[in-house]
């Protein structure tokens, strides 16, 4: 079996095909696109392959043939032609940080000029507009063919200035003048796409290029990005068959943008060289603005697993007024588990964590947040708690972590007067583990508070708040065994743990601790 090399880090196309590398034919997409429509934008999380499909599509349109052999797109069922080679212009915004509006300016004309200088056409001074639409009428002029351009991470200067609302804004109305340019040169163009991770309001960036067709949730293009059960399957079975394949499927497939579900290539590569489980892809780096942002508005994971949205919420946000669950869809960390539409209440997807990385990632470093006195998370040795099942292990570790968060959490935040906060936590302590944990989990009798699955135990929750109310002052034990809570998971020949917390608001950790067995 030939073992071609990984694409780590590789966004050339012609790089991956003529060195030998492993490629996932996505052509399919690339012949479909131009045959369908002329302006597109697609958002997806980073380090997702949109600069090779940018690159691919480069190749594509400049008529490389030689490229494509034994893909689709050198098939007579695509419809390509590759006699026609049409001019290319490409900015790619991840090459050089731009952090001001002066910089970004200055950016801007320093890539006009270059495409001055390249098609042989001196542009009168001009606003960087004007200059554009000089250019883009000039080299079709001469090449007698309509031009293609290319535009990825479009958003980057705005993301990197988003901890100041103010220059942000600035460089997004910057940015908006330059981009609408292109609507005016529509008989000049044969294609325009557009990627990045984020959409900005329809008052932003798109006001003035609002002919783009965004393809984001579009469930027949959800694959365009990202690696798929077949790929893996096909292009990597040489390296698939090392792993096993629920466990490589358990940590890093479930993205999902309403149609078939994708693995992160980076992870899958990285999993492939080094041969270890590790968040490879959450390890890169977490924007600083979004923990900022959850820290002047913080809302624990358990609260994104399951939120219901509607697609003013995932379709774009203003520099100036982001809302956390946004962000995360639109950087990765939340994906699409469902979705309903209708004509009577309109587009609904339900979001949560796409696989076993995200979910123990983002956890823990929310844990790591509380407070630099939040016990460190020995993985091994706080499974081995709950796998052998060590109740009074377990006690001890949550007593230890309610212990640790700083009091100006409490004093910021009302909702730790309930129990819905203190599940929150503990839910975010072990989500951090990689257990499977179900927060109102559903039975014929009512809703387990949280419910914890291991290799041989069943955990299952009860949790109740001290003197808020009637409810409160119950034994939350008694509760789990009057609803018979148990029975959804006596089948499972695994043993069944009950466990009830009764919290206290004033020391903020346990006030009683009852443990039963089924």
């Not at 030939?2 to 490629?23: E, H, V």
């Not at 696109?33 to 690159?55: E, T, V």
């Not at 407070?371 to 230890?400: C, M």
């Not at 009830?500 to 608001?505: E, F, L, S």
Request: hydrophobic letters at 35%.
């Amino acid at each position: 079996m030939t073992l071609k090399k990984l694409p780590i880090g590789i966004q050339s196309f012609s790089t991956i095909i003529t060195d030998g590398y492993a490629y996932v034919d996505k052509t399919k997409y690339i012949s479909k696109l131009a045959l369908q429509g002329k302006y597109y934008f697609l958002s997806r999380p980073r380090r997702f392959g949109k600069s090779l499909l940018i690159d691919t599509i480069d190749c594509a349109f400049s008529g490389k043939r030689d490229l494509f052999s034994g893909l689709y797109l050198d098939t007579a069922e695509s419809g390509w032609d590759f006699s026609f080679q049409y001019p290319v212009l490409r900015i790619d915004w991840s090459v050089a940080p731009v952090r001001t509006p002066e910089e970004l300016e200055r950016r801007i004309h320093e890539i006009l000029d270059t495409w001055a200088l390249h098609y042989e056409c001196t542009p009168v001074p001009s606003t960087s507009g004007g200059k554009l639409d000089f250019i883009v009428r000039t080299i079709q002029q001469k090449t007698g063919m309509q031009v293609v351009i290319l535009i990825d991470e479009y958003d980057k200067p705005i993301l990197d200035t988003l901890k100041t609302p103010g220059i942000a804004a600035e460089m997004r109305d910057m940015l908006r003048d330059f981009y609408g340019v292109l609507k005016s040169l529509d008989s000049s163009l044969k294609f325009v796409m557009l990627t990045g991770v984020s959409k900005f309001v329809k008052t932003g960036i798109f006001s003035g290029l609002n002919n783009l067709n965004d393809i984001t949730l579009d469930r027949s293009y959800s694959a365009i990005c990202g690696y798929t059960e077949y790929d893996l399957d096909q292009v990597f079975k040489a390296y698939i068959h090392e792993f096993d394949k629920d466990k490589v499927r358990e940590w890093y497939n479930g993205y999902s943008w309403t149609g078939e579900r994708v693995y992160n290539p980076f992870d899958i590569l990285l999993l492939f060289s080094k041969g270890i489980f590790r968040p490879y892809w959450f390890e890169t780096g977490t924007p600083g603005f979004l923990i900022e942002l959850w820290k002047n508005a913080p809302r624990l994971p358990a609260e994104f697993d399951g939120m219901v949205v509607g697609e003013e919420i995932l379709g774009s946000f203003d520099p100036e007024q982001i809302r956390v669950e946004t962000l995360l869809f639109q950087a990765g960390y939340l994906t699409i588990h469902s979705w309903e539409s209708n004509p009577d209440i309109g587009t609904w997807y339900t979001l949560g964590f796409p696989n076993r990385e995200v979910r123990e990632s983002f956890n823990r470093m929310i844990l790591s947040i509380l407070g630099p006195d939040t016990p460190n998370i020995s993985v091994p040795a706080y499974r081995t708690i709950l796998e052998s099942g060590d109740t009074e292990g377990l006690r001890t570790r949550i007593q230890a972590l309610f212990a640790s968060i700083p009091h100006d959490w409490y004093r910021k935040n009302p909702i730790s007067q309930y129990e819905g906060y203190y599940a929150s936590v503990f839910y975010a302590w072990l989500s951090s583990l990689g257990f499977t944990v179900i927060p109102e989990d559903v039975t014929n009798k009512g809703r387990i508070d949280l419910s914890v699955q291991t290799g041989l135990i069943t955990w299952i929750f009860e949790f109740k708040v001290f003197g808020i109310d009637r409810s409160g002052e119950r034994n939350p034990l008694d509760h789990i065994k009057n609803q018979g809570y148990a029975e959804k998971y006596l089948a499972e020949s695994k043993q069944v743990i009950l466990v009830g917390i009764v919290w206290n608001p004033k020391t903020r950790n346990i006030e009683q601790w009852e443990v039963a067995t089924e």
